[in-house]
T-cell receptor, first 114, second 113 residues
Framework: DAGVIQSPRHEVTEMGQEVTLRCKPI?????LFWYRQTMMRGLELLIY????????DSGMPEDRFSAKMPNASFSTLKIQPSEPRDSAVYFC????????????FGPGTRLTVT | AQSVAQPEDQVNVAEGNPLTVKCTYS??????LFWYVQYPNRGLQFLLK??????LVKGSYGFEAEFNKSQTSFHLKKPSALVSDSALYFC???????????FGKGTSLLVTP
């Protein structure tokens, strides 16, 4: 298994531009999570999906952030418009079913907004 | 509400010595507890988890963790540290009825030769 796949690995963009981060979860996993990691705030859960349905988006910082999961093998996190304070590493993770299952993380996307 | 505390920002250990990375938690009911490791420019890797039963949990790369319910702690341990263990370690907690993990801020482990 290839694990959780994220693209791009690095993204540099100018303030005001739209940014789209992509994630392919592990096949067969029912849950998908988006996290953001910064030095100041550590790891923060942004949103998670169960069977492609968003369950909890209370961690999404603003309306500028949106996430979709059109099918079981693909999810996007979009920021529009982007701001310098959005600079962070964004991780996607997936897990199998409900229960005491660990989450498997992708390599992350390092976003820099100038 | 659930929370995790990792009281040490950094732990320094000499190679070959035992190591401990501390974690305490606050959660209603009996939790699921996890340890993850993050190497530079990489995602988090799962090390071990506590679900129920034996308080000593064994995981990957020779790591183990001890669950202590009375002290609400879940400390990560390894009998003999390796330089390659140097990384950022995260403790995480999850309520049994919940879905999302709540991570601590992380502890940087530095193992010196």
């Amino acid at each position: 298994d290839a694990g959780v796949i994220q693209s791009p690995r690095h993204e540099v963009t100018e303030m005001g531009q739209e940014v789209t981060l992509r994630c392919k979860p592990i096949s067969g996993h029912d849950y998908l999570f988006w996290y953001r990691q910064t030095m100041m705030r550590g790891l923060e859960l942004l949103i998670y999906f169960n069977n492609n349905v968003p369950i909890d988006d209370s961690g999404m910082p603003e309306d500028r952030f949106s996430a979709k999961m059109p099918n079981a093998s693909f999810s996007t996190l979009k920021i529009q418009p982007s701001e310098p304070r959005d600079s962070a590493v964004y991780f996607c993770a997936s897990s199998y079913k409900r229960g005491p299952y660990e989450q498997y993380f992708g390599p992350g996307t390092r976003l820099t907004v100038t | 509400a659930q929370s995790v505390a990792q009281p040490e920002d950094q732990v320094n250990v000499a190679e070959g010595n035992p190591l401990t990375v501390k974690c305490t938690y606050s959660v209603s009911g009996n939790p699921y507890l996890f340890w993850y490791v993050q190497y530079p420019n990489r995602g988090l890797q799962f090390l071990l988890k506590y679900i129920t039963g034996d308080n000593l949990v064994k995981g990957s790369y020779g790591f183990e963790a001890e669950f202590n319910k009375s002290q609400t702690s879940f400390h990560l341990k390894k009998p003999s540290a390796l330089v390659s263990d140097s990384a950022l370690y995260f403790c995480a907690v999850r309520e049994r009825a919940g879905y999302a993990l709540n991570f601590g801020k992380g502890t940087s482990l530095l193992v010196t030769p």
